[in-house]
C-alpha cells in the first residue's frame, strides 16, 4: 500500500502547542511517562491524494482517546474538536505529494502527575503530535498473507488499564519480537480464561463458514460478564460497521483457539495496515492457505477508506 518516496518535511513534531524542531523536541525527565508510564496514545494514517491531505479517521481517533482519558481519570478536560485542527495544521505541514503515506501519533502523558499525586490538585498533562515515514509493508505479505503464533503471556481482563491505548507496550513488542524469530509476522494472546484477544498490535477478525466474527472488545460486554482486555480498534469498527452494512453477518463473541484454527479466512486490523491476511498459526494453514475472498473484498473497502476525507 505504501510506496517508498521522499518525504523531505519530515518528521513533523509538536508538544503542548507548538510545532518544535527534532533539535528542540524535549519533555521532562519528571513527566509521569517517563516515571511511571502514564500516558495514552493513537496512531493514525496521513494520506495525500489529489484532493489534498487528511488524518484517516481522526475524529474517532479522537474521540477514542477523549473517552479513555477520562475513564482512567488521566485529566478531565480534553477538547477532541479542537485538537482536530492541529492534527490537520501538522498533516499540511508535511507536504505529502498525491499517493503519499505517512504515520502520525499523538501521545497524552500524565505530564506532572507525580509531583501532585498527593495533592489532589489539577495536574498538567503532555501532549505531543508527531508526523514520520508511514511504514512500508511489502505487498506480498497482502497477496500471500502472514503467519503467526500463539503468545505465551496472557491479558489479564482485570487489570483496570487494559484494552485501552496505554503507553505500556512492552509486554506486547516483547511477543512481537518473539514471534518475527520465529518467521512470524504477528502474535495472537489468549486471555487468562483462555479465549483469543487478538494480536499484540492489532484486532482479530476470522470467516467460519461464511459468518465474519471477532473478540468483544472492551464495553460490549453483557452486563455482568468478565471484562473484556481487547482494544475496541478504530479499523475493526470500521470493518464491523462495513460488513453489517453490506450483507455480511458479523458477530462479536469470545472466541477459542478452536475457532482460529477451524477458520476459513482470518485476517487482523490496525491502522496501519488497514486488513492484512493471516494464513497460519503455529504452523497450521489456515483454509485454503491463501487469502480468502472476504478478507478481500474487506481490505479493498478499507483502502477505499482511506481515500474518503472525513466530513468536518
Known amino acids: 500500500m505504501v510506496q517508498e518516496s521522499q518525504q523531505t518535511r519530515l518528521p513533523i513534531l509538536w508538544i503542548d502547542g507548538a510545532f518544535v524542531t527534532p533539535e528542540a523536541a524535549h ?50 478536560q480534553f477538547d477532541p474538536g479542537a485538537l482536530l485542527f492541529v492534527l490537520q495544521e501538522a498533516a499540511d505541514k508535511a507536504a505529502l505529494a498525491p499517493g503519499q503515506h505517512a504515520r502520525m501519533r ?49 491479558a489479564n481482563p482485570f487489570r483496570p488499564t487494559e484494552g485501552y491505548k496505554t503507553l505500556d507496550y512492552w509486554w506486547r513488542l516483547r511477543e512481537l519480537q518473539d514471534a518475527a524469530s520465529r518467521g512470524a509476522g504477528e502474535c495472537l494472546f489468549l486471555q487468562v480464561s483462555n479465549h483469543i484477544t487478538g494480536g499484540a498490535v492489532s484486532n482479530l477478525f476470522a470467516v467460519c463458514n461464511g459468518e465474519l466474527i471477532t473478540p468483544i472488545a472492551r464495553s460490549e460486554e453483557a452486563d455482568g460478564a468478565i471484562p473484556s482486555p481487547v482494544l475496541p480498534g478504530i479499523t475493526r469498527q470500521f470493518i464491523i460497521d462495513h460488513a453489517q452494512a453490506n450483507g455480511i453477518t458479523m458477530t462479536s463473541r469470545m472466541m477459542t483457539i478452536a475457532d482460529v484454527l477451524d477458520a476459513d479466512e482470518l485476517f487482523l486490523t490496525n491502522s496501519s495496515w488497514g486488513v492484512l ?7 497450521k ?14 481490505r479493498e473497502a478499507w483502502l477505499a477508506d482511506t481515500r474518503t476525507p472525513e466530513n468536518p
Open 285 to 298: 494453514t489456515i483454509g485454503a492457505g491463501t487469502p480468502g475472498p472476504i478478507t478481500q473484498r474487506l
Open 277 to 283: 491476511p493471516a494464513v497460519k498459526v503455529e504452523g
Open 106 to 154: 499523538l501521545t497524552l502523558t500524565g505530564g506532572d502527575m507525580n509531583l501532585l499525586a498527593r495533592s489532589g490538585k489539577t495536574h498538567h498533562p503532555t501532549l505531543i503530535l508527531q508526523i514520520t515515514p508511514a511504514a512500508i509493508y511489502p505487498n506480498e505479505m497482502f497477496e500471500r498473507g502472514i503467519a503467526l503464533t500463539v503468545a505465551a503471556s496472557r
Open 27 to 76: 519533555i521532562s525527565a519528571l513527566d509521569a511517562s517517563v516515571q511511571h508510564g502514564i500516558g495514552l496514545f493513537e496512531t493514525m494514517l496521513v494520506v495525500c491524494t489529489e484532493g489534498g491531505t487528511h488524518v484517516h479517521r481522526a475524529r474517532q481517533h479522537l474521540e477514542r482517546m477523549h473517552a479513555a482519558a477520562l475513564d482512567l481519570r488521566l485529566l478531565d
